[in-house]
């Protein structure tokens, strides 16, 4: 990725990174690493994070926004808000795709536009924005990119 790259998903973020490596490994997706001559790290292990700190930040946004909601009903919401269509949307919103670094293979088969790779790509992003800072920026970043200030949980 090019400097002009990380400014630019950064300013779209709304976050500028202090290790520019969590960043790129966040839009590395597999294809890429396996294709690279040297080993590189890929967003699996980022999405794997962010996917749960994710749920957690919805979670308590729920439980704190929701007082007389039974287990159940958090539940059900959560899976509503927490699902690969909604955040392959937000990924779109936020122009993700233009960004992810793809094999070849995947390159050919549009994976900038599949909805699988958005959604993981933007989990990726979540876990690489709580190991450059901490939860409290993490929670700031998922609830002005993901959830802006006229959501209602």
Do not use: C, W
Request: cysteine-free; overall charge negative.
């Amino acid at each position: 990725m090019a400097k002009d790259d990380f400014e630019l998903i950064e300013s779209k973020l709304n976050y500028k990174f202090s290790d520019k490596d969590l960043l790129k490994n966040a839009l590395t997706h597999k294809t890429y690493a396996f294709e690279a001559l040297v080993p590189i790290e890929y967003n699996e292990r980022l999405e794997f994070l962010g996917d749960s700190i994710l749920n957690f930040i919805v979670a308590e946004q729920l439980y704190r926004s929701n007082k007389y909601f039974s287990e159940g009903e958090l539940t059900r919401r959560r899976s509503i808000l927490v699902n690969n269509n909604f955040l392959a949307e937000k990924a779109k919103e936020l122009d993700i795709g233009r960004f992810l670094l793809f094999g070849k293979g995947e390159k050919k088969q549009n994976g900038a536009k599949n909805p699988t790779n958005l959604a993981n790509a933007l989990e990726a992003l979540i876990g690489a924005v709580y190991l450059d800072s901490d939860m409290e920026n993490v929670r700031k970043f998922i609830l002005e990119n993901i959830f802006n200030e006229d959501f209602k949980f």
